[in-house]
C-alpha cells in the first residue's frame, strides 16, 4: 500500500544475469527471478522491503526478455509498479537511474529515488528502514546518500568504499572518499583492518532532480541518450518499451563512476543490513541455516558423512552426497553443476564455455515461461516432442499455425476452449484434440483454475520458431 | 560359434546386484546388465569371452527378475544359452553351480565346466584362453582348478588364495592352501608383500561330475535340495524355473568354503588377466584410460580444472565439474551421486537407506524392461502420468484392462495395431487412440520396426498394479 504523496520512489534494478548462480540462474530466468533464500524471489523480496506508507508505487527497470516474469512476479505478491521500464539491452546502473529519475521527477519534482539491486539480499529489514528515514532527511537536504556495509571479513567479490571524514552535522555520516572495485585478497584484508572501507551495497537515495542534474554535468551523454530514449519509448502493455537506438548510443557507465566518485554532493551512511549480494553459491551457503555437521540441503538430498556441503535439487531428483567435503551440488531439469565450494566464482567460466559452444543451457530452463502461464518440454525423440502447457486462469495464447508440426493435446486438468479453424469446442480432463499441420489454432482457459495439457507434437521441425501470429494478446503477432 | 562335442561349458553366474554401483546398478536391472566398461554389457563381454569353438553353449544361471533383459542382451549378441536357469532368490554359488553341474552331465558325463560370473571384467582375454587351455588339461586329470590372479595391490575388496607348493608336473599350477575373507589394509599388504596371495577371481573349471561328487560329500545339503529345484523346476518359454520351495531349501554357501576348502582335487593357477570384478566407481575410475589430468568422463561433460574424476552422465544432461579434485559424479534419470573417489565402498550405506525409507530408486529405473520391450515415466503430475512406449518388432503387450486410469496413446513412429474392446485398428505415427477405463485393450507391433509411442494416463491411481491381464505372450498372466 502505497501512501499518496509519499516521496521516496523506490526503482528496482533488475538488470543482473547471475551468470555465477548457474545451472539455477540462466540468461533468460536470471537469479533476481528464482527464490533463491526463502519462498519468495529476489526481486519479489526486493518490491516488499520497500512496499508500505514510506514508499511510492516503484519503478522497476528489467532487461524485456523479463518482462512477462518480472510482471507477474510483482503481481503475486501484490507490488504494482508505477513504471515497468524495459531496457533493450543492459548500459550498467547510470542509463538505468537516468531512466527512473527523468520519471520520477515527471510525478514529483521534488521526488527521493531509492535504487535498489533488485538481486541483493537485506536480511535486517528494520535496520534497513532505520538508514532510509536517516537517508531520506540527508537527502532532503540535497545530498546523494550511498549506503556502505561494515565488512563481516575480507570479501573478494564486493567493491569497496573508502569513508571520509564525519559529516558536519550528521552523526553517523561520512563524506565519501572514493570507490575502488573488486581488491585481491591481501588489499582486501588491509581494507578490513583498517576500518576505513565499507562494501559497496549499490543501494542509493538521492533527490531524482540532483541526480539528474549531476549526470548532465558529468556525464551528459547518458541523460541526452535516456532522454531520446524515453521520448520515444513504446507503451506495451502495461510496459514502457525503451527506444532501442536511442538507448543504445548511451554510454555503458555505472552511476558510481558516472557521478558518485565526481559529485561533491554524495555522502556514506556506514551500516549494517545483514547485506549480501548473494553472488555465488558459496555466498548462499554462508546465509543459509545449516545442519550439525555445516550442510545446507534443499530438495530430495541424502548425505553420508559430508560436511560444510551445499546440495540443492529441483524436480524430485534425488541426490545421495558421500563423503564430501565442502562441496556445492546444483541439479536443474537439464544441468548439473559439481564444484569445490572454494572454486564457484569459476562457475562464470562454465556460462561463458556454453555460450561459446551455443548451447542452450546457459540461456533457459526446460521451464520457459511466457505471459500465458508457461511449458516444460519433458520428453523428446527423432521426430517428435512432449511438452507439458500450463495457461494461467483468464489466459490465452495466440491465434497460431505450424508449417512443419502437427499437435496431439490431452487436457489433464482444468478446461480448454480450443479453436481449430472454424471450430470452437471444449475440451475437459482427460479428453484430447488434434492440430493438424497448417491448422489456425488458439488454446484458451476461460476458467478459474489453472489449466494443464500434454502436448505431443510430431513433425519433421520442431523448432520454437515454426510459429505463425495471427493475433495476440500479448503484442507479440 | 559354439564347437559340436566341445567338453568345456561355461556357466555364467549372474547373480549379482552391484548396490555399489548405484545409482546406474539397480536391483532390478543390476551391473552385469550394464554396459559399464565399453559398448557391450558386462553379461554379453563374458558370454563373449567363452563364444567360439573351444566352448559349448552356456549354461547362465540368473536372478528370474532379470530372465528378459538377460535373454534379450544374450540373443543380441549371438549367443543362445543351452538353459536360462532361473533363480526364485539367490542363495549364493554353490546351489547355482550344483545346478549347473548336474544340467552339464546330463548333456555330457565328461563335461567340464567353467564357472564365470557374469559381473567381472576381463582385459586380456587371451591370456585368459591360455589359462582356460592349462586348466582344461588339468581338469581332465580330475582336478578343480582356480584362477588366482596376481594382485596388483593390497585391494580390501577382494578374497584372497592362499597357494601353496609347486603342483607335481605341472608348471605354472600350485595347491591350494586357504580361501581369506576381505582383508583389512594391513593385512593385505602383507599378503602382496609376502607373495604367496593371489586375488580370487571366482572363476573355476572342473569336471562337471567331479563338482557334483565333492557336493554330495561335502555339502550334501546343496545337491540333495538342488536336484529337487531341478526336478520340480517349470519350462517357461525358454526359460528353466527352479522350484522356489526346494531351492530355498538349499543352504546359502559359497563353492568355495563348500567345496574348494575341503577337497582334495583343488589347484590354482597364478594368472594376469588384466582381471577386476569392477565392484566399485573407483574400480571403474582405475580401468578406464583417462586424459592428462586423470579425468574419467562419460556422456556430457565439462570440466573446469578438475583432477582424477570420474563424471558418467545419462539422457544427455549436462555435467559441470568446477576445481574437483577426486571425485565420483554419476547422474541418472532420477538421482544423481556425488562422491569422494576413496569413499565409494559406502554407497552401499545409500543403497541401505533407500530400502529402509521403501522408496523406487534403489529398485530400477525409470526405464523399465519389459518381455515386450521397454516403457519410461518421462512426466508426472497430479491425476496423470506421461509415459515413452517402445514395443519391438513382432511383440505385443498383455490384453488387459485397468480399473483407475484411462489411456490416451500417440503414435510418433512405428505402427500399432491396437485392440480396443472388439475392434482392432491400425494407429500409424500422428494418430492418437483412447483406451476408457476397464476397456479390454491390446498393444501389438507386427511392423519391421520398432513402434514408439507416448501415453498420457489420467486417473485417481497410476500404479503399475492396477492392471488386469487376460492373456499374454510371457506367461504373466
Same sequence: chains 1, 2.
Avoid at 581494507?191 to 537515495?205: D, E, K, Q, T
Avoid at 510496459?239 to 554532493?265: C, G, N, W
Avoid at 556445492?328 to 556454453?354: I, M, P, S
Avoid at 479428453?431 to 497448417?438: D, F, G
Wanted: aromatic share 6%.
Amino acid at each position: 500500500m502505497a501512501r499518496q504523496g509519499a516521496r521516496i520512489i523506490p526503482v528496482l534494478m533488475s538488470g543482473g544475469s547471475g551468470s555465477r548462480l548457474w545451472p539455477l540462474s540462466r540468461e533468460r530466468y536470471p537469479k533476481q527471478l528464482l527464490p533463491l533464500c526463502g519462498e519468495r524471489t529476489m526481486v519479489q523480496e526486493t518490491a516488499l522491503r520497500v512496499h508500505g506508507p514510506a514508499f511510492a508505487d516503484p519503478i522497476v527497470v528489467c532487461n524485456q526478455e523479463h518482462r512477462f516474469a518480472v510482471a507477474e512476479q510483482l503481481r503475486a505478491v501484490g507490488v504494482s509498479p508505477r513504471h515497468l521500464v524495459l531496457e533493450p539491452a543492459g548500459r550498467n546502473t547510470a542509463p538505468a537511474l537516468a531512466v527512473a529519475a527523468a520519471l520520477a521527477v515527471e510525478a514529483d519534482p521534488e521526488a527521493l529515488v531509492l535504487a535498489l539491486p533488485a538481486d541483493h539480499a537485506v536480511l535486517d529489514v528494520p535496520a534497513f528502514h532505520e538508514v532510509v528515514a536517516k537517508a531520506a532527511a540527508l537527502a532532503g537536504h540535497g545530498y546523494i546518500v550511498t549506503f556502505g556495509i561494515r565488512p563481516a571479513g575480507p570479501h573478494t567479490g564486493y567493491g569497496y568504499i573508502q569513508v571520509g571524514a564525519a559529516f558536519d552535522g550528521h552523526e553517523g555520516v561520512h563524506v565519501l572518499e572514493r570507490f575502488t572495485e573488486k581488491p585481491c585478497r591481501a588489499v582486501a584484508e588491509e581494507y578490513v583492518a583498517g576500518g576505513r572501507h565499507l562494501w559497496n551495497s549499490g543501494i542509493l537515495l538521492a533527490p531524482a532532480a540532483l541526480l539528474l542534474a549531476e549526470l548532465e554535468r558529468f556525464e551528459p551523454a547518458v541523460p541526452a541518450a535516456t532522454g531520446q530514449a524515453l521520448m520515444r519509448a513504446a507503451r506495451d502493455l502495461d510496459f514502457l518499451r525503451l527506444d532501442p537506438a536511442a538507448f543504445a548510443a548511451a554510454p555503458s557507465v555505472s552511476i558510481d563512476i558516472a557521478v558518485m566518485e565526481r559529485t561533491d554532493r554524495a555522502c556514506v551512511i556506514p551500516c549494517d543490513l545483514g547485506w549480501t549480494d548473494v553472488g555465488s553459491w558459496s555466498a548462499l551457503w554462508d546465509i543459509a541455516s545449516k545442519d550439525a555437521d555445516g550442510n545446507v540441503t534443499l530438495g530430495d538430498v541424502m548425505l553420508v558423512d559430508s560436511r560444510d556441503t551445499y546440495v540443492r535439487t529441483t524436480d524430485g531428483k534425488l541426490v545421495a552426497a558421500v563423503g564430501l567435503e565442502s562441496a556445492v551440488v546444483v541439479v536443474t531439469e537439464d544441468a548439473v553443476l559439481v564444484a569445490a565450494k572454494d572454486r564457484v566464482e569459476e562457475v562464470k567460466q562454465v556460462v561463458t564455455r556454453l555460450k561459446a559452444d551455443d548451447r542452450r543451457e546457459h540461456l533457459e530452463h526446460k521451464r520457459v515461461y511466457r505471459p500465458w502461464g508457461y511449458y516444460q518440454s519433458v520428453h523428446d525423440g527423432s521426430g517428435f516432442q512432449v511438452k507439458r502447457i500450463t495457461v494461467y486462469p483468464g489466459r490465452s495464447l495466440s491465434l497460431q499455425y505450424h508449417h512443419h508440426r502437427s499437435e496431439h493435446w490431452v487436457v489433464v486438468d482444468g478446461e480448454a476452449i480450443v479453436t481449430v479453424g472454424d471450430e470452437v469446442r471444449t475440451i475437459r480432463a482427460n479428453e484430447s484434440v488434434y492440430i493438424p499441420r497448417e491448422a489456425v489454432h488458439r488454446l484458451e482457459n476461460l476458467g478459474p483454475a489453472e489449466l494443464h495439457l500434454i502436448e505431443v507434437q510430431t513433425g519433421s521441425y520442431l523448432g520454437e520458431d515454426d510459429i505463425v501470429r495471427l493475433a495476440d494478446h500479448y503484442g507479440r503477432s
